[in-house]
């Protein structure tokens, strides 16, 4: 009997050593609460309409691909941004039960699952759309994780209109994925979303 309590108090102990316990552990939908799915929506949309209205042509694969890096690095912003604010989160009501305060997943696997879709996206957009176009997309992460959550948010209540250029950018780099370019026209999708 006691050989069998020691092999349960042990597995909780390695569960635990983990950062998680029991029926807590992560599964694929954590992971993916983790990306903010509703933001990836409008990142989605407003990188389509800029995609769509870009002069010129683009491959329907490529026009794929283009979304696609769009959206994932949208992801990993988000999912930055959970990392970095877990503690806040652990104390607020409406953001206590996301993945990485309630302990399904631990701070360490969010911030490298958010990092390896943050490189991923911005290498395969470079690499099968455009540099320019992936430039943008890191600027765009770099600008939400590290302008918008880690400096403007804690010391300004005007964090959410100067970190909202974080949410119109995505129409911006929709364009360059077709122009390699910033043109007026697609600065004039930028601020359609701004204002």
Not at 43 to 59: D, E, N, R, S, Y
Not at 85 to 113: C, V, W, Y
Not at 142 to 166: D, F, Q
């Amino acid at each position: 009997m006691s050989d069998m309590n020691i092999d349960i108090n042990a597995n909780k102990l390695n569960q635990t050593s983990n950062g998680l316990v029991g029926e807590d552990m992560a599964d694929v939908q954590d992971f993916f609460e983790l990306l903010k799915p509703s933001v990836m929506r409008l990142v989605v949309f407003t990188a389509f309409v800029g995609l769509v209205v870009a002069p010129g042509q683009i491959h329907p694969f490529t026009a794929f691909i283009s979304i696609l890096c769009i959206a994932i690095g949208a992801g990993a912003s988000g999912c930055l941004n959970m990392w970095y604010e877990h503690k806040l989160d652990a104390l607020m009501t409406r953001t206590k039960n996301r993945p990485i305060p309630s302990g399904r997943i631990t701070p360490d696997q969010a911030l490298t699952f958010g990092l390896i879709l943050s490189v991923g996206s911005v290498t395969m957009l470079g690499m099968l759309v455009n540099w320019f176009a992936s430039a943008f997309l890191l600027f765009t992460i770099l600008y939400y994780v590290v302008v918008y959550t880690m400096w403007l948010k804690p010391r300004t209540p005007l964090n959410i209109v100067i970190g909202g250029a974080s949410g119109a950018f995505p129409p911006m780099i929709g364009y360059a994925c077709v122009t390699g370019s910033i043109t007026i026209e697609s600065l004039v999708l930028f601020l359609i979303i701004i204002m």
